[in-house]
């Protein structure tokens, strides 16, 4: 079946240390988002890609880092300079200019 | 900022239809209106879009008023598992301007 994988589900971190979450495609899309979501709130644009080698900061792209070397992968890399990284971390992805956006179950990283 | 404005929940008994209304009165004209719903951690699930026609899936009904600047969502016989937050989106089918505000919480009661 296509979808979108992120993994793991948990991941927990120190403080100070950067960490990478994994977000893989097989639904031959273009382009590719992460958002991040806080408790009760709704979803904020980090990064996106409209295609490989190429990626636009969001809304909230401070603190945060992504590659996109592959059509299937765009990880996202959360740096120690991002001041509030505990979140919930969600991936997805469209055909550019032809919505809707698919999805992944998120990565809910947690840094103490 | 959200184009949108969505009650903050709402409940619904189960067998009965769950009506979600949204309001997006600044609502372009090649802008869509799309409905998503997160389930609790998880991602959120597209439901429907439209443009300025009515439309039906397997899973709700979407109407739209003719000035476009509301919508309704219907569920026609809510069960326990469409608990969840729906979120109403105007976009113009660009990835990246889609904005997810806080949605309604619809809670499906026995």
């Known amino acids: 079946d296509g979808g979108i994988t992120q993994s793991p589900k948990y991941l927990f971190r120190k403080e100070g240390q950067n960490v990478t979450l994994s977000c893989e495609q097989n639904?031959?899309?273009?382009?590719m988002y992460w958002y991040r979501q806080d408790p009760g709130q709704g979803l904020r644009l980090i990064y996106y890609s409209q295609i490989v080698n190429d990626f636009q900061k969001g809304d909230i792209a401070e603190g945060y880092s992504v590659s996109r070397e592959k059509k299937e992968s765009f990880p996202l890399t959360v740096t120690s300079a991002q001041k509030n990284p505990t979140a919930f971390y969600l991936c997805?992805?469209?055909?550019?200019?032809?919505?809707?956006?698919?999805f992944g179950n998120g990565t809910r990283l947690t840094v103490t | 900022d959200a184009k949108t404005t969505q009650p903050p929940s709402m409940d619904c008994a189960e067998g009965r239809a769950a009506n979600l209304p949204c309001n997006h009165s600044t609502i372009s004209g090649n802008e869509y209106v799309y409905w998503y719903r997160q389930i609790h951690s998880q991602g959120p699930q597209y439901i429907i879009h439209?443009?300025?026609n009515n439309e039906t899936n397997e899973m709700a009904s979407l109407i739209i008023t003719e000035d476009r600047k509301s919508s309704t969502l219907i569920l026609p016989h809510a069960t326990l598992r469409d608990t969840a937050v729906y979120y109403c989106?105007?976009?113009?089918?660009?990835?990246?301007?889609?904005?997810f505000g806080p949605g309604t919480r619809l809670s499906v009661l026995p």
């Open positions: 639904l031959n899309h273009d382009a």
């Open positions: 997805a992805s469209s055909i550019w200019g032809v919505s809707p956006l698919h």
């Open positions: 439209g443009l300025k």
């Open positions: 989106i105007v976009s113009d089918n660009y990835g990246q301007n889609f904005v």
